[in-house]
Protein backbone atom coordinates (compact mmCIF):
# COMPACT_ATOMS: atom_id res chain seq x y z
CA UNK A 1 0.00 0.00 0.00
CA UNK A 2 1.62 3.65 -0.95
CA UNK A 3 1.77 5.96 2.03
CA UNK A 4 -1.68 7.90 2.50
CA UNK A 5 -1.41 11.60 2.19
CA UNK A 6 -2.94 13.64 4.53
CA UNK A 7 -4.24 16.73 2.99
CA UNK A 8 -5.50 20.05 4.58
CA UNK A 9 -8.14 21.87 3.44
CA UNK A 10 -9.09 25.83 3.50
CA UNK A 11 -12.31 26.91 2.01
CA UNK A 12 -11.98 30.27 1.43
CA UNK A 13 -14.30 32.98 1.20
CA UNK A 14 -12.74 36.82 0.78
CA UNK A 15 -9.95 37.40 2.81
CA UNK A 16 -10.98 34.98 5.76
CA UNK A 17 -10.46 30.35 5.86
CA UNK A 18 -14.03 29.58 7.13
CA UNK A 19 -16.26 26.20 7.75
CA UNK A 20 -19.51 25.29 7.83
CA UNK A 21 -22.01 22.48 8.12
CA UNK A 22 -23.49 21.04 5.09
CA UNK A 23 -21.71 23.38 3.17
CA UNK A 24 -23.79 25.86 5.17
CA UNK A 25 -23.90 28.31 8.10
CA UNK A 26 -20.33 29.58 6.91
CA UNK A 27 -18.10 30.75 10.04
CA UNK A 28 -14.76 32.55 10.18
CA UNK A 29 -12.14 30.24 11.39
CA UNK A 30 -8.76 31.85 10.51
CA UNK A 31 -6.61 33.54 8.35
CA UNK A 32 -5.49 31.25 5.21
CA UNK A 33 -1.97 32.40 4.98
CA UNK A 34 -1.38 31.92 8.27
CA UNK A 35 -3.58 28.73 8.73
CA UNK A 36 -1.51 26.91 5.06
CA UNK A 37 2.04 27.62 6.93
CA UNK A 38 0.88 26.44 9.96
CA UNK A 39 -0.37 22.72 8.23
CA UNK A 40 2.53 23.16 6.18
CA UNK A 41 5.30 23.18 8.94
CA UNK A 42 2.86 20.38 10.90
CA UNK A 43 3.74 18.31 7.65
CA UNK A 44 0.64 18.56 5.98
CA UNK A 45 1.52 16.67 2.52
CA UNK A 46 -0.58 18.67 0.28
CA UNK A 47 -2.68 21.96 0.74
CA UNK A 48 -6.25 22.60 -1.19
CA UNK A 49 -7.79 25.69 -1.69
CA UNK A 50 -11.27 26.27 -2.62
CA UNK A 51 -13.05 29.40 -3.40
CA UNK A 52 -16.41 28.66 -1.89
CA UNK A 53 -18.08 31.31 -3.65
CA UNK A 54 -15.93 31.59 -7.00
CA UNK A 55 -18.98 30.06 -9.31
CA UNK A 56 -21.07 32.21 -7.70
CA UNK A 57 -19.69 34.98 -8.53
CA UNK A 58 -18.13 33.86 -11.87
CA UNK A 59 -14.28 34.43 -10.83
CA UNK A 60 -11.76 33.38 -8.58
CA UNK A 61 -10.63 35.81 -5.77
CA UNK A 62 -7.63 33.76 -4.03
CA UNK A 63 -5.06 33.67 -5.40
CA UNK A 64 -3.05 36.12 -4.68
CA UNK A 65 -3.63 34.10 -1.11
CA UNK A 66 -1.87 31.30 -3.19
CA UNK A 67 0.53 33.59 -4.99
CA UNK A 68 1.81 34.43 -0.98
CA UNK A 69 1.80 30.85 0.00
CA UNK A 70 4.14 29.62 -2.83
CA UNK A 71 6.68 31.74 -2.08
CA UNK A 72 7.48 29.48 1.25
CA UNK A 73 5.38 26.46 1.13
CA UNK A 74 7.04 23.71 -0.74
CA UNK A 75 3.98 20.88 -0.82
CA UNK A 76 1.40 20.43 -3.64
CA UNK A 77 -1.34 23.04 -3.76
CA UNK A 78 -4.70 22.83 -5.14
CA UNK A 79 -7.01 25.50 -6.34
CA UNK A 80 -10.46 25.43 -6.69
CA UNK A 81 -13.25 27.54 -7.39
CA UNK A 82 -14.39 29.50 -10.41
CA UNK A 83 -11.97 27.50 -12.90
CA UNK A 84 -14.35 28.41 -16.45
CA UNK A 85 -11.36 28.49 -18.52
CA UNK A 86 -8.33 27.24 -19.58
CA UNK A 87 -6.56 30.57 -19.67
CA UNK A 88 -7.49 30.33 -15.92
CA UNK A 89 -5.80 27.39 -15.32
CA UNK A 90 -2.95 29.38 -16.33
CA UNK A 91 -3.52 32.03 -14.13
CA UNK A 92 -3.73 29.44 -11.68
CA UNK A 93 -0.85 27.65 -11.92
CA UNK A 94 1.46 31.06 -12.71
CA UNK A 95 0.75 31.77 -9.04
CA UNK A 96 1.75 29.04 -7.77
CA UNK A 97 -1.09 26.37 -7.74
CA UNK A 98 0.37 22.39 -8.81
CA UNK A 99 -2.84 21.05 -9.66
CA UNK A 100 -6.64 22.72 -10.46
CA UNK A 101 -9.82 21.69 -8.51
CA UNK A 102 -12.72 21.70 -11.43
CA UNK A 103 -16.63 20.86 -10.46
CA UNK A 104 -19.09 23.27 -11.80
CA UNK A 105 -17.57 23.68 -15.44
CA UNK A 106 -17.21 20.39 -15.86
CA UNK A 107 -20.51 19.36 -15.06
CA UNK A 108 -22.11 21.81 -17.43
CA UNK A 109 -19.12 21.06 -20.31
CA UNK A 110 -17.38 17.56 -19.15
CA UNK A 111 -15.13 17.91 -22.54
CA UNK A 112 -13.16 20.71 -20.88
CA UNK A 113 -11.61 17.69 -18.93
CA UNK A 114 -10.46 15.96 -21.68
CA UNK A 115 -9.05 19.64 -23.59
CA UNK A 116 -7.51 20.66 -19.83
CA UNK A 117 -5.98 17.60 -18.98
CA UNK A 118 -4.32 17.50 -23.30
CA UNK A 119 -3.12 21.07 -22.19
CA UNK A 120 -1.62 20.62 -18.82
CA UNK A 121 -1.42 17.04 -17.81
CA UNK A 122 -3.89 14.73 -16.21
CA UNK A 123 -2.03 15.13 -13.27
CA UNK A 124 -3.07 18.81 -13.03
CA UNK A 125 -7.09 18.06 -13.44
CA UNK A 126 -8.60 16.93 -10.43
CA UNK A 127 -12.27 16.18 -10.60
CA UNK A 128 -13.90 18.22 -7.49
CA UNK A 129 -17.20 16.13 -6.79
CA UNK A 130 -20.00 17.45 -3.96
CA UNK A 131 -21.93 14.47 -3.57
CA UNK A 132 -25.34 13.86 -1.92
CA UNK A 133 -27.15 10.52 -0.88
CA UNK A 134 -30.19 10.46 -2.66
CA UNK A 135 -30.56 6.54 -1.78
CA UNK A 136 -29.50 3.57 -1.35
CA UNK A 137 -25.60 3.17 -2.94
CA UNK A 138 -26.90 6.53 -5.17
CA UNK A 139 -25.71 10.09 -5.15
CA UNK A 140 -26.24 13.00 -6.85
CA UNK A 141 -23.73 15.64 -8.16
CA UNK A 142 -24.08 18.98 -6.73
CA UNK A 143 -22.33 22.65 -8.27
CA UNK A 144 -21.27 25.89 -6.57
CA UNK A 145 -20.79 24.51 -3.09
CA UNK A 146 -23.79 22.51 -2.86
CA UNK A 147 -26.36 25.01 -4.05
CA UNK A 148 -27.23 23.22 -6.96
CA UNK A 149 -28.62 19.94 -8.03
CA UNK A 150 -27.27 18.90 -11.71
CA UNK A 151 -29.47 15.07 -11.93
CA UNK A 152 -25.85 13.66 -12.36
CA UNK A 153 -25.33 10.07 -10.91
CA UNK A 154 -22.03 10.54 -9.06
CA UNK A 155 -20.77 7.09 -9.82
CA UNK A 156 -21.46 7.22 -13.54
CA UNK A 157 -19.99 11.01 -13.57
CA UNK A 158 -17.02 9.53 -11.99
CA UNK A 159 -16.37 7.25 -14.33
CA UNK A 160 -17.35 9.25 -17.39
CA UNK A 161 -14.32 12.02 -16.26
CA UNK A 162 -11.67 9.44 -15.70
CA UNK A 163 -12.44 8.23 -19.39
CA UNK A 164 -11.69 12.35 -19.79
CA UNK A 165 -8.66 13.00 -18.56
CA UNK A 166 -9.30 13.59 -15.00
CA UNK A 167 -6.21 12.68 -12.91
CA UNK A 168 -7.53 12.35 -9.85
CA UNK A 169 -11.13 13.28 -7.54
CA UNK A 170 -11.85 15.38 -4.86
CA UNK A 171 -14.96 13.75 -3.17
CA UNK A 172 -16.46 15.80 -0.65
CA UNK A 173 -19.80 14.64 1.17
CA UNK A 174 -22.31 16.86 1.25
CA UNK A 175 -24.36 14.93 3.95
CA UNK A 176 -20.81 14.62 6.30
CA UNK A 177 -19.23 18.03 5.58
CA UNK A 178 -18.04 19.87 8.77
CA UNK A 179 -20.67 17.08 10.92
CA UNK A 180 -17.75 15.54 12.55
CA UNK A 181 -19.64 12.62 12.31
CA UNK A 182 -17.56 10.35 10.08
CA UNK A 183 -17.28 10.07 6.58
CA UNK A 184 -19.40 8.43 4.05
CA UNK A 185 -17.56 5.12 3.92
CA UNK A 186 -20.27 3.41 1.11
CA UNK A 187 -19.91 6.82 -0.93
CA UNK A 188 -15.79 6.78 -1.09
CA UNK A 189 -16.00 2.92 -1.36
CA UNK A 190 -18.26 3.12 -4.54
CA UNK A 191 -15.99 5.86 -6.17
CA UNK A 192 -12.77 4.01 -4.98
CA UNK A 193 -14.39 0.82 -6.67
CA UNK A 194 -15.32 2.99 -9.90
CA UNK A 195 -12.37 4.35 -10.93
CA UNK A 196 -8.72 3.85 -10.88
CA UNK A 197 -7.43 6.96 -10.45
CA UNK A 198 -6.46 8.46 -7.29
CA UNK A 199 -9.70 9.27 -4.43
CA UNK A 200 -9.18 12.11 -1.73
CA UNK A 201 -12.05 11.83 0.32
CA UNK A 202 -13.07 14.85 2.03
CA UNK A 203 -16.24 15.80 4.45
CA UNK A 204 -17.03 14.27 8.21
CA UNK A 205 -13.41 13.45 9.69
CA UNK A 206 -14.25 14.60 13.50
CA UNK A 207 -11.55 12.49 14.85
CA UNK A 208 -8.39 10.77 13.93
CA UNK A 209 -10.26 7.00 14.33
CA UNK A 210 -12.80 8.43 11.91
CA UNK A 211 -9.62 8.52 9.01
CA UNK A 212 -8.46 5.11 10.55
CA UNK A 213 -12.32 3.50 9.72
CA UNK A 214 -12.33 5.58 6.49
CA UNK A 215 -8.93 4.15 4.94
CA UNK A 216 -9.31 0.73 6.38
CA UNK A 217 -12.65 0.03 5.03
CA UNK A 218 -12.04 1.45 1.41
CA UNK A 219 -8.51 1.72 0.32
CA UNK A 220 -8.54 5.39 -0.86
CA UNK A 221 -5.26 7.06 -1.52
CA UNK A 222 -5.61 10.53 0.17
CA UNK A 223 -7.84 12.33 3.02
CA UNK A 224 -8.68 15.98 2.46
CA UNK A 225 -9.89 17.23 6.76
CA UNK A 226 -10.27 20.71 7.85
CA UNK A 227 -12.39 20.86 11.06
CA UNK A 228 -10.06 18.48 12.90
CA UNK A 229 -7.42 20.63 12.28
CA UNK A 230 -8.80 24.47 12.22
CA UNK A 231 -10.37 23.43 15.54
CA UNK A 232 -7.42 21.64 17.23
CA UNK A 233 -9.03 18.44 17.92
CA UNK A 234 -5.45 16.84 16.49
CA UNK A 235 -2.77 18.29 14.56
CA UNK A 236 -1.70 16.61 11.31
CA UNK A 237 1.68 15.19 13.29
CA UNK A 238 -1.01 13.37 15.38
CA UNK A 239 -3.37 12.01 12.63
CA UNK A 240 -0.52 10.68 10.97
CA UNK A 241 1.25 9.49 14.10
CA UNK A 242 -2.01 7.61 14.53
CA UNK A 243 -2.31 6.23 11.20
CA UNK A 244 1.54 4.84 11.13
CA UNK A 245 0.42 3.43 14.41
CA UNK A 246 -2.65 1.62 12.58
CA UNK A 247 -0.47 0.01 10.39
CA UNK A 248 -1.22 2.46 7.82
CA UNK A 249 1.49 3.77 5.95
CA UNK A 250 2.24 7.95 5.66
CA UNK A 251 4.50 9.83 4.53
CA UNK A 252 7.19 11.42 7.19
Known amino acids: MMPVRVISRLDIKGPNVIK ?14 QMAHEYYKGTADEIVYMDVVASLYGRNSILNVVEEAAQEIFVPLSVGGGIRTEADIVTALRS ?26 S ?32 LD ?15 TSVDC ?12 GAVRDAVSIPVIASGGAGKPG ?40 VRQ
Not at 20 to 33: M, Q, S
Not at 102 to 110: G, M, Q, S, V, Y
Not at 223 to 233: E, L, N, P, R, T
Open 177 to 188: EGTKKGFDIELV
Open 20 to 33: GIHLEGLRVVGNPG
Open 96 to 121: GADKVAINTLATERPEFLREASRSFG
Open 123 to 154: QCIVLSIEAKRRGPNQWEVLTNNGREKTGRDV
Open 157 to 171: WVREAEDLGAGEVLL
Open 210 to 249: DVIDLITATGCEAVCCASIFHYGICSVVELKKMLSEAGIP
